[in-house]
């Protein structure tokens, strides 16, 4: 019989507890468990999700498994443990953690880099009648609506339409719309012959006047002629009010219809973060030090989208997410050898977003711009290398190859379930 690998660490190597197991926790752990230390990950799915991928999932071009990643493979290969459950509490005094199940925890450091979820701003109805896009859940009830949504414009006849409406003009906001638009070019015309795609329409909210704020003028000009070249109504500088199950109010007195309203704004901390007794600043997000240890806090820190750092507005991307945790742990370290801790110095490498087939933006540092195919080339590339797991890397590929290069004929879609009454799956982001 095969030896079973078990936990490697020593057992008297400081035990450090990392809650999240997305970009900033795989990275905190690989670290860790690199430094020698006995780790614990704590999730409340037993997958990692590649988020950058999954509108893809959404818009019915990839699989939901292909963008997870068991947290237990990954932690088996670095020596580590893995815990299923949700943070519910800390006692930094007593250094434990409580999980929602009555699980309990000690620890001599945590590291906190449970991510964000959506933020509504207040706006009536918002979280009751549109749809989230941070997890896998998500991305399949997505699905099922905008498939039902077809399904039922088939159904109805000629005469009906079918309104989407993407709010949030940032990255996820621009894919979305676009893939959004290429499933109503191929899909539809393959799938659904006798649905009129003048029949289904797709509008882009956004409250700024320009599209991707981060970008540099041109590519946000560049993102909005494409998204609109495609048939996307795009709405700058406009503001809603209210999301009902069927309308979208704007502040201006306008109501816009929508069958499927998406969610795409804003960040703030997970429900009940509230709870863990820590600072919060914007949003919710936990304050930290320039060496990412929670105000107030010594043997606390928080990693990747959830921390608000003092002066260091990073934005909420993968690249901060990884060098964040990676940071977080190596200060870990230097606790355990009595060094003193340093400020995190962010990398910049660059950001991109795609727009749909052959279109995207890619903006480097040293005023390095690129757009239209071979932006769209590497915005690929680069989504394929960092999926986690060879088979998922191998699948992703046939599926987007799939959708990509079977344009015009046929653009096979991935279908689920009708999903049940009601707008929505409920609580996005969880
Ligand atoms: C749709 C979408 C598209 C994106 N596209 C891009 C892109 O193209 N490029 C890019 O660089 N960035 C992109 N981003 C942003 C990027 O994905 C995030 O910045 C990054 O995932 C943040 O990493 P994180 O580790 O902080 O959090 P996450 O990756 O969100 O991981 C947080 C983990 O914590 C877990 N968790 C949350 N609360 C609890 C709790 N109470 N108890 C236990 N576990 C908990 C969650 O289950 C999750 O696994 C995108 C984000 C979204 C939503």
């Known amino acids: 019989m095969r030896r079973r690998r078990r936990w490697v660490a020593?057992?008297?190597?400081?035990?450090?507890?990392?809650?999240?197991?997305?970009?900033?926790?795989?990275?905190?752990?690989?670290?860790?468990?690199?430094?020698?230390?006995?780790?614990?990950?704590?999730?409340?799915?037993?997958?990692?999700?590649?988020?950058?991928?999954?509108?893809?999932?959404?818009t019915a071009g990839l699989n939901p498994g292909d963008v997870v990643y068991s947290a237990r493979a990954f932690t088996r290969r670095h020596g580590a443990r893995f815990r299923l459950g949700e943070l519910a509490?800390?006692?930094?005094?007593?250094?434990?953690?409580?999980?929602?199940?009555?699980?309990e925890f000690e620890?001599?450091?945590l590291v906190l880099a449970?991510?964000?979820?959506?933020?509504?701003?207040?706006?009536?109805?918002a979280a009751e009648n549109s749809l989230g896009l941070y997890t896998r859940r998500d991305a399949v009830a997505l699905r099922d609506h905008i498939m039902a949504r077809l399904e039922r414009l088939d159904i109805a006849g000629p005469g009906k339409d079918v309104n989407f409406t993407i709010v949030g003009g940032g990255a996820t906001g621009v894919e979305l719309a676009g893939a959004l638009a290429e499933l109503r070019e191929t899909a539809l015309d393959a799938a659904f012959p006798e649905v009129d795609l003048a029949s289904v329409h797709i509008t882009l909210v956004e409250m700024a006047p320009v599209l991707?704020?981060?970008?540099?003028?041109?590519?946000?000009?560049?993102?909005?002629?494409?998204?609109?070249?495609?048939?996307?109504?795009?709405?700058?500088?406009?503001?809603?009010?209210?999301?009902?199950p069927d309308c979208v109010l704007l502040a201006n007195g306008e109501d816009?219809?929508?069958?499927?309203?998406?969610?795409?704004?804003?960040?703030?901390?997970?429900?009940?973060?509230?709870?863990?007794?820590?600072?919060?600043?914007?949003?919710?997000?936990?304050?930290?030090?320039?060496?990412?240890?929670?105000?107030?806090?010594?043997?606390?820190?928080?990693?990747?989208?959830?921390?608000?750092?003092?002066?260091?507005?990073?934005?909420?991307?993968?690249?901060?997410?990884?060098?964040?945790?990676?940071?977080?742990?190596?200060?870990?370290?230097?606790?355990?050898?009595?060094?003193?801790?340093?400020?995190?110095?962010?990398h910049d490498k660059g950001i991109m977003a795609t727009v749909g087939r052959r279109s995207a933006v890619v903006q480097l540092p040293h005023g390095v711009r690129a757009r239209g195919t071979l932006?769209?080339?590497?915005?690929?590339?680069?989504?394929?290398?960092?999926?986690?797991?060879?088979?998922?890397?191998?699948?992703?590929?046939?599926?987007?190859?799939?959708?990509?290069?079977?344009?015009?004929?046929?653009?096979?879609?991935?279908?689920?379930?009708?999903?049940p009454p009601g707008p929505g799956p409920g609580r996005p982001g969880e």
Not at 114 to 125: F, H, M
Not at 307 to 322: R, Y
Request: proline share 5%; aromatic share 8%.
């Open 212 to 244: 991707l704020t981060p970008f540099d003028p041109a590519l946000q000009d560049y993102a909005r002629q494409e998204l609109v070249r495609r048939g996307v109504e795009v709405r700058l500088s406009t503001e809603i009010r209210e999301v009902t």
């Open 107 to 109: 620890y001599d450091y």
């Open 89 to 103: 509490g800390i006692d930094a005094v007593g250094r434990r953690v409580r999980l929602a199940d009555g699980g």
């Open 375 to 419: 932006a769209w080339l590497a915005w690929l590339g680069l989504h394929l290398v960092t999926l986690l797991g060879g088979r998922n890397r191998l699948s992703a590929l046939i599926n987007l190859s799939w959708r990509y290069v079977s344009w015009g004929h046929g653009g096979g879609v991935i279908v689920g379930d009708d999903p």
């Open 256 to 346: 816009l219809p929508s069958d499927v309203t998406i969610w795409a704004a804003g960040v703030a901390a997970p429900a009940g973060a509230g709870a863990w007794g820590l600072p919060q600043g914007r949003g919710g997000r936990i304050l930290t030090g320039p060496d990412l240890r929670v105000h107030g806090q010594d043997r606390v820190f928080a990693a990747g989208d959830i921390a608000l750092v003092d002066g260091l507005p990073l934005p909420q991307l993968a690249q901060p997410a990884i060098q964040s945790g990676r940071h977080a742990a190596r200060q870990v370290e230097r606790l355990v050898k009595g060094r003193a801790t340093a400020p995190l110095l962010y």
């Open 114 to 125: 449970t991510g964000v979820s959506a933020a509504y701003y207040g706006v009536r109805g």
């Open 10 to 58: 020593r057992t008297d190597a400081p035990r450090v507890i990392v809650v999240g197991a997305g970009f900033a926790g795989l990275a905190a752990v690989a670290e860790l468990a690199r430094a020698g230390m006995q780790v614990m990950l704590v999730d409340r799915n037993v997958y990692s999700t590649f988020q950058p991928l999954l509108y893809q999932v959404a």
